[in-house]
């Protein structure tokens, strides 16, 4: 686990009985103040990348400086999503990383005349984002593999940020890998001047996660486009809060940060890194790569981070639910939902088990009698862990084969042969058992009321969704490993 002090409070309410639900945010032009950025220029920047990052940096699209008004119409190059591993194949730090030797704005006003004296300004260089807590561990991690690499690592102005753009309605959507700006019209016409200068990329972790800007707070402030923000921000006060960005992260399934992916712990099939762009497992040899491959081909993951919905008892009984229960329990889509966010208190996120709840199914007695309720017998394991949650939205570690339909393996059988176990049933429910005995359980004792009598006032109930997008590229990546399988044999 991350050291604690390097723990960020998020802002998260605590969970009553009258939760109201807060809405995913349809659009948002969000600050990510939460995140830092690094740079690295030199000879050596993307070889010595390459041996320490899941992606690749050689597949990625790249276009030379532009010099003429030919090349200028091309996109810039685009960045990506990947992650640093240990030795072990555990996830040290999550992070984007964006070719930034193309820009004007990078060579004019960012690169320190030192490193221009030692290197030209038009070797490769790339800004590296991560959480700010882990900036300092990240540049020491970084000179750690530096050895004799021509590269320098240095940290950018306090004024250079990044930013997440995102519009359901606007057609923000994932189109290929490179940045254009017409992936952006719905936000201004200024920003066609990304065809040549702008750093960023489409956000590959989820089709409705928009793009990732990189932007100089100081030149914003005097841009058409920071006059077109604010108008929309007049328009609809929610759309920059940092709470609208977690709130649209959650309701994706994804997870970010050392709080949310604790350091050195993490395996990135758990964090759902094969299915959201963050390893390339085409790519050679880097840190952390045995692991990753093997668990790939193996092709079983028991856990995976999805999104949850939580309610409490007394929105619905065990086995029945009224139809305000029924909305509150459907899956986040950010489709159908206005952009609506509340305010919450700044607070670590509540550490629960996610335990299964015994559910009462009516059987017949012997011939003249009555029917009778008798409780399923059901497993005292754990079926997860709550990571976040934002009001009634969150994330959560779920055991694939209990809270979701999803199977272990490509052809539906078990790790070592025969048919894979799938305890998951419709109807089944879930609570949190919080650490320290609050709120919905004593620590390691069944859930109040579970044995017979009325549902405990004091549950707090979870659900947990497979995302539309997450089930496809699982289904497909099942599919390609199944038909591999067969020309094999």
Sequence with gaps: ???????????????????????????????????KLL?????????????????????????????????????????????????????????????????????????PDRIKKKYSENDPAFLIEVDESQLGEVKKHLKRYKLRAKVEIFSLPESVQAWSIWSDTGGLQQRGSSLRPESLSDWSNDLGTLNTDAIGCVDPRAPSMGCRLVLDLQMLTQSELKLHIDERCRQNPDLMKLEAYTLHRYANGISEGPYEIPYAAALPHEYNFDVNGGVDFRK?????????????????????????????????????????????????????????????????????????????SASSSAAGS???????RTSKRSAGKLIASLGDVGIAMCRVEMMTDLALTANGEGPSGGAAP???????????????GSGGGSEGGEAAGAGGGGPAEDLTRIKAFVPAWMRERITERSSRKSASAKVDQ
């Design 370 to 376: 009555g029917p009778s309720t008798q409780t399923r």
């Design 1 to 35: 686990m991350y050291p604690p002090s390097h723990r960020r409070a998020y802002t998260s309410p605590s969970i009553s009985k009258d939760l109201t639900p807060p809405l995913n945010p349809s659009e948002g032009f969000v600050h990510l103040s939460h995140r």
């Design 422 to 436: 799938q305890r998951y049933k419709e109807g089944d429910e879930f609570y949190l058992r919080w650490k320290g």
């Design 39 to 111: 740079a690295l220029h030199g000879p050596d920047a993307a070889h010595f990348l390459q041996g320490i990052i899941t992606n690749n940096i050689v597949s990625q699209p790249t276009t030379p400086n532009p010099t003429s008004p030919t090349e200028s119409q091309s996109p810039p190059p685009s960045g990506f999503y990947a992650a640093f591993l240990n030795a072990p194949g555990r996830i040290l730090y999550d992070t984007f990383i964006y070719p930034a030797s193309h820009s004007r704005c990078y060579r004019d006003a960012w690169l």
């Design 284 to 360: 050679g040899c880097y840190v952390g790569q045995e692991l990753t491959i093997r668990t790939q081909h193996i092709g079983v993951v028991r856990k995976r981070v999805l999104p949850v919905r939580l309610s409490s008892s007394l929105d619905s009984g065990r086995g029945q639910h009224s139809d305000d229960a029924d909305t509150q329990r459907a899956p986040p889509d950010a489709s159908d939902q206005s952009p609506s966010v509340s305010q919450g208190t700044t607070a670590e996120a509540p550490s629960a088990d996610i335990m299964p709840l015994p559910q009462a």
